[in-house]
């Protein structure tokens, strides 16, 4: 049973060049979460997403930054013009629907993202 | 607001001792979910645990024990007689927010845990 999948696993972007970073939930899961790790900062979360809909985005920044979950294929986090504060691991986590109540994330390796 | 502390940045011990990690939490919802995960050298995060507001009883997993107490807010995770692989960082997080099916969990910022030979 394949856990949360993440790709690229380590990534380097130039100033101003876009990031896409791509995370596959496990299996039978159908919310998804994105979070970014600062270095000193710890983990904070980002955005909540279900098929087609972004549920809460309220911890992601105004500018550059876009999320989707589309009916097929992953969840893509989207980062453009990247900056070099936006280095950091993103890292995505996934959870069963909600009518088992579940509310245990489970989390994918991380995407390490360097920006030059 | 809802918020999680740990207020312990470093703890080193020597293998084979016990060590717990603390934890305390604030939050306004009734029902609520507390977690532990842990993130070793190699970058991922794993879960450990999860425990609702409405189970307090401890929980105890090979070495590993939780203690949920209500009355100070608290979750502390125990390891007993520790080892070297045990060396990671570990996270407490909160889950509120009753009505929503799924909310973002808030972290604390984490113990670094160094266990030596």
């Known amino acids: 049973n394949a856990g949360v999948m993440q790709n690229p696993r380590h990534l380097v972007r130039r100033r101003g060049q876009e990031a896409r970073l791509r995370c596959s939930p496990m299996?039978?899961?159908?919310?998804v979460y994105w979070y970014r790790q600062l270095p000193e900062e710890g983990l904070k979360f980002m955005v909540y997403?279900?098929?087609?809909?972004?549920?809460?985005e309220s911890g992601m920044p105004k500018e550059r930054f876009s999320a989707e979950f589309p009916k097929e294929g992953p969840s893509i986090l989207r980062i453009q013009q990247v900056v070099r504060g936006d280095s950091a691991a993103y890292f995505c986590?996934?959870?069963?629907?909600?009518?088992?109540?579940?509310?245990?994330?489970?989390f994918g390796p991380g995407t390490r993202l360097l920006v030059l | 607001a809802q918020k999680v502390t740990q207020a312990q940045t470093e703890i080193s011990v020597v293998e084979k001792e016990d060590v717990t990690l603390d934890c305390v939490y604030e939050t306004r919802d009734t029902t609520y979910y507390l977690f532990w995960y842990k993130q070793p050298p190699s970058g991922e995060l794993v879960f450990l645990i999860r425990?609702?507001?409405?189970?307090?009883q401890n929980e105890i997993s090979g070495r590993y024990s939780w203690n949920f107490q209500k009355s100070t807010s608290s979750f502390n995770f125990t390891i007993t007689a520790s080892q070297v692989v045990d060396s990671a960082v570990y996270f407490c997080?909160?889950?509120?927010?009753?009505?929503?099916?799924?909310?973002?969990?808030?972290f604390g910022k984490g113990t670094t845990l160094s266990v030596s030979s």
């Open positions: 986590a996934s959870s069963p629907p909600s009518l088992l109540r579940e509310r245990t994330q489970y």
């Open positions: 299996k039978g899961h159908s919310h």
């Open positions: 997403l279900q098929k087609e809909n972004i549920i809460d």
């Open positions: 425990r609702n507001s409405f189970d307090e």
């Open positions: 997080a909160l889950s509120a927010s009753a009505n929503q099916a799924g909310t973002a969990l808030i």
